[in-house]
T-cell receptor, first 113, second 113 residues
Framework: KQEVTQIPAALSVPEGENLVLNCSFT??????LQWFRQDPGKGLTSLLL?????REQTSGRLNASLDKSSGRSTLYIAASQPGDSATYLC????????????FGTGTKLQVIP | DAGVIQSPRHEVTEMGQEVTLRCKPI?????LFWYRQTMMRGLELLIY????????DSGMPEDRFSAKMPNASFSTLKIQPSEPRDSAVYFC???????????FGQGTRLTVV
């Protein structure tokens, strides 16, 4: 059974700081990994999708890396802003027949002005 | 496209009543997912459809839960009878094919009293 862990559970940083969010998974047989953000009371917004054959993806100030063999992904946020405050979730899609998607528990980020 | 559309946004019902949640995926997407989010358990995949066919329903908690996808543009999640422990936010998501991004609806916040 795939288990996805995100550390830390919560993070508070001053505006302008660069930061790294971590996601680890127990089964390396994955199809892809996706990072989302969720604002309070809202749905999930897709940030980045990394296929199992890729090492990283970039979008603006965000960079996500994937090390499938070690079961790890990181989301790097450069020059953080108060608008980045949200809960960040990673989701792993398995490569088995059902390609089940398993979410991590999330990291709640607060960027202080 | 308006994105994934869920209705209702909020539902309050009494224990024992039937509840039906609705989802309209993004046009052209062939995969549809139902998730439940609670503080205790995070995001859990309930059921996953591919081309309107249920592929994996191992996450459906019990027989009181059922889901249908009668056509490519509509899906329902039904709880009968509802119980207070079913209170959660239920999300629907869709994707074009298995290796592309999943897009989420805004969710239905269900409260069973």
């Amino acid at each position: 059974k795939q288990e996805v862990t995100q550390i830390p559970a919560a993070l508070s940083v001053p505006e302008g700081e660069n930061l790294v969010l971590n996601c680890s998974f127990t089964d390396s047989a994955i199809y892809n990994l996706q990072w989302f953000r969720q604002d309070p009371g809202k749905g999930l917004t897709s940030l980045l999708l990394i296929q199992s054959s890729q090492r990283e993806q970039t979008s603006g100030r965000l960079n996500a890396s994937l090390d499938k063999s070690s079961g790890r992904s990181t989301l790097y946020i450069a020059a953080s802003q108060p608008g980045d405050s949200a809960t960040y979730l990673c989701a792993v899609r398995g490569s088995g027949g059902y390609q089940k998607v398993t979410f991590g528990t999330g990291t709640k980020l607060q960027v202080i002005p | 496209d308006a994105g994934v559309i869920q209705s209702p946004r909020h539902e309050v019902t009494e224990m024992g009543q039937e509840v039906t949640l609705r989802c309209k995926p993004i046009s052209g997407h062939n995969s549809l997912f139902w998730y439940r989010q609670t503080m205790m358990r995070g995001l859990e995949l309930l059921i996953y459809f591919n081309n309107n066919v249920p592929i994996d329903d191992s996450g459906m908690p019990e027989d009181r839960f059922s889901a249908k996808m009668p056509n490519a543009s509509f899906s329902t999640l039904k709880i009968q009878p509802s119980e207070p422990r079913d209170s959660a936010v239920y999300f629907c998501a869709s994707s074009l094919v298995a290796n592309t991004e999943a897009f989420f609806g805004q969710g239905t916040r269900l409260t069973v009293v």
